[in-house]
């Protein structure tokens, strides 16, 4: 049998490959890039959705991509039997359902009704599955959150601290992978929808303060206040929405994810390794 993953050169994937290889089952990967095959992973080159070259004997499927184009190929797919399907889907599906930009309350819609369309097709192929719904993630220097301020500080030597209170709950990319290999050991996960945030929760400005001395360069700190940010917010139509939940809380309830699965993601403490190029 043959465990599929979409989304192998993610951050997530980086972690979940060689955990995945380890068990002894083979692994294929699927890539628009073309990657040096490992022990235990075998990486093809396709597109989702309609560029997946066929895999025989399936016994479980990971999504770690775009969740709207895995959707869309599992509605469509002709699966002999039922393997096990793990999804990583985004908290926006909530922190964004009733923002003030209307691109975002699209994305968080785009978001639902592609999980909804992942439920429906497992239900027809007789899959179980599970959906992970992770909030910032952050690890490799792959995410499009906080790697880029880290990046643009190392370049400048200047880091933007911004006045705000609301709190965050970062979550590391390998604490998802560990996450997303309970799942598929774990029946009672399935048919569920779970939460998955960091071990700690802090507010925007402490998480900045993090990042900033996790650097491996010096940089100067520019204080953002909150008159200055609520002026870009009105000003500048692109800023609007990241700028709207800088005091909004952006948490999740870890409650059930921990029973199910058995793990216990790690405090928001980076290093110079999480931004690295």
């Not at 509605?75 to 964004?96: D, F, Q, Y």
Request: charged share 20%; with cysteine; aromatic share 6%.
């Amino acid at each position: 049998m043959t465990v599929l993953v979409f989304g192998g050169s993610s951050q997530i994937g980086h972690y979940l490959l060689p955990l995945l290889a380890a068990r002894d089952e083979p692994v294929v990967t699927l890539s628009r890039e073309a990657h040096a095959s490992t022990q235990g992973v075998t990486w093809l080159s396709g597109q989702l959705p309609d560029a997946v070259p066929k895999v025989e004997d399936i016994s479980a499927i990971f999504s770690l991509g775009p969740l709207n184009w895995f959707a869309s190929w599992l509605s469509t797919a002709a699966l002999p039997h039922a393997p096990r399907v793990i999804v990583v889907s985004s908290m926006s599906a909530e922190t964004k359902q009733a923002s003030e930009v209307s691109a975002e309350r699209d994305l968080s819609q785009l978001i639902r009704s592609s999980e909804a369309t992942v439920a429906e097709a497992c239900a027809k192929h007789g899959s179980a599955w599970t959906v992970l719904r992770p909030t910032l993630i952050y690890g490799v220097g792959m995410d499009k959150s906080l790697t880029p301020i880290a990046r643009r500080a190392m370049r400048l030597k200047v880091f933007p601290l911004p006045a705000a209170g609301g709190m965050r709950q970062p979550v590391h990319a390998q604490d998802l992978a560990h996450a997303a290999l309970a799942a598929l050991d774990k029946p009672a996960a399935a048919g569920r929808v779970l939460a998955v945030g960091g071990g700690e929760r802090l507010t925007v400005g402490e998480m900045f303060v993090r990042v900033r001395r996790s650097l491996p360069v010096d940089t100067l700190p520019l204080p953002l206040p909150a008159w200055l940010l609520h002026l870009a917010r009105r000003s500048v139509a692109g800023l609007r929405g990241p700028l709207s939940r800088l005091e909004a809380d952006l948490v999740a309830d870890n409650t059930e994810m921990m029973r199910l699965l058995g793990v216990q993601p790690r405090p928001f403490r980076p290093d110079a390794e999480c931004w690295r190029s």
